[in-house]
């Protein structure tokens, strides 16, 4: 590695790693970027003297995403191939940016977002606790992932405080009251970006999900229960979820994830034909763990989920909607067996009737103003190592 070790520790963030993102220099000017450890590469820079130097020229990674899987490879390898064999440390450099003079960006322009519901261990908590004489999954729940389509514009990078939203609800007595949020939650997830484009009216086969999933982030889909509980009636998440959702500020390209899948968990009932295929790699071994106010609350495992990411993009698109890139879907709560790996305060706390102790003392029930949410998470790398994912930070402010 001809220069590279003598210029930058890149522990935890390595050449195996490389996630993608956009930041802000002092100066205003903004940058796409690959982190090496606690430094960014400026990817315009780097790479000034060949063509893909267009694809970061606008600071972002939309024209990365448009450009379509073929050019994140050839990407990908040019950068490793540099780093390793071909640059000296006068030449990396004037590339490379400390992360502490840095502000990160949203590093894409969110298209679409769409929210699933695809831990089946979330799904049966939340059944238990909203319809406890009930059967805790709906009829649905194992024949398809269930969604909802959010809003793209309010999702924020990580580090952003989140306003407490305000909204109707309906108290323990009936009454209609509105203003803010009395019950705000968070819940933990994983959100798959992706890219190229697909043409209306034709789905994407779970063959070619790979085609569209360009990496995965971390993902809060904060959410306002007391709002979302009286306006679920019947359509779901509307106010509740639209105000905010919080992403990492780097996006972990799927190709360094080729130690972290798993096989396709069993399902029963078969899954109608387009959510089956011996193509689909399967889940994601990640280790998910929740924070509030430095205190980690649990530590959701993403393995634990019932349905794929290839599975969650083809029904997405089987009625015939299109992929854009800077599509973005959600996973779902991620939920495991035990109370120490529920992945939102709406299990952790039975909606609030058994509130969690801090180490401070304090009950906690839901979320209040000044509390900061840090969701963090690894994946296996090559050979036994551990990829980190970019965190998801947000604080609650007063409206």
Not at 6 to 34: C, M, Q, W
Request: glycine fraction near 10%; aromatic fraction near 8%.
């Amino acid at each position: 590695m001809t220069g590279f070790g003598d210029t930058v520790d890149p522990a935890p963030y390595d050449l195996n790693h490389l996630p993608y993102g956009s930041l802000i220099e002092a100066s205003g000017r903004r940058f796409a970027a690959v982190r090496i450890g606690e430094h960014a590469l400026d990817l315009a820079a780097f790479l000034a003297d060949h063509p893909y130097a267009e694809l970061f020229a606008a600071g972002d990674l939309d024209r990365l995403l448009a450009a379509g899987a073929g050019t994140w490879t050839e990407v990908r390898r040019l950068l490793i191939d540099r780093l390793t064999h071909s640059v000296a440390a006068g030449e990396l450099r004037p590339a490379l940016l400390p992360l502490a003079d840095l502000t990160p960006s949203l590093p894409f322009s969110v298209a679409d977002y769409v929210d699933f519901y695809s831990s089946e261990q979330h799904a049966r908590n939340v059944g238990r606790i909203l319809r406890p004489q009930g059967e805790p999954l709906t009829p649905n729940w194992k024949h398809l992932p269930i969604g909802y389509h959010g809003r793209a514009g309010t999702v924020v990078v990580s580090g952003t405080p989140v306003a407490r939203p305000s909204g109707q609800a309906r108290d323990p007595s009936g009454r209609i009251r509105v203003g803010p949020s009395q019950r705000l939650d968070v819940e933990v997830e994983v959100g798959f970006v992706l890219g190229g484009r697909s043409r209306p009216g034709e789905p994407v086969a779970i063959d070619a999900a790979a085609e569209h999933l360009f990496g995965v982030c971390l993902l809060n889909d904060w959410s306002a229960r007391d709002i979302q509980a009286w306006e679920s009636a019947p359509l779901g998440p509307f106010l509740g979820k639209s105000f905010a959702t919080t992403i990492s500020a780097w996006i972990t390209p799927m190709a360094a994830l080729d130690a972290a899948w798993i096989p396709v968990p069993e399902h029963s009932p078969q899954p109608s034909s387009y959510l089956v295929s011996p193509a689909d790699r399967g889940g994601l071994d990640l280790s998910l763990r929740l924070e509030i106010n430095g205190t980690v609350v649990s530590s959701p495992p993403f393995a634990t989920m019932y349905w794929t990411p290839a599975q969650m993009l083809a029904h997405l698109t089987v009625n015939g909607a299109s992929v854009r890139p800077g599509d973005l879907f959600g996973s779902g709560t991620v939920s495991g067996p035990r109370r120490d790996q529920f992945g939102s305060l709406l299990e952790l706390t039975a909606n609030g009737s058994q509130p969690l102790t801090l180490p401070d003392g304090r009950r906690l029930g839901f979320l209040d103003n000044g509390d900061e949410v840090v969701i963090r998470g690894t994946a296996p790398g090559p050979a036994g190592t551990r990829l980190e994912l970019g965190e998801c930070r947000g604080r609650i402010i007063d409206t």
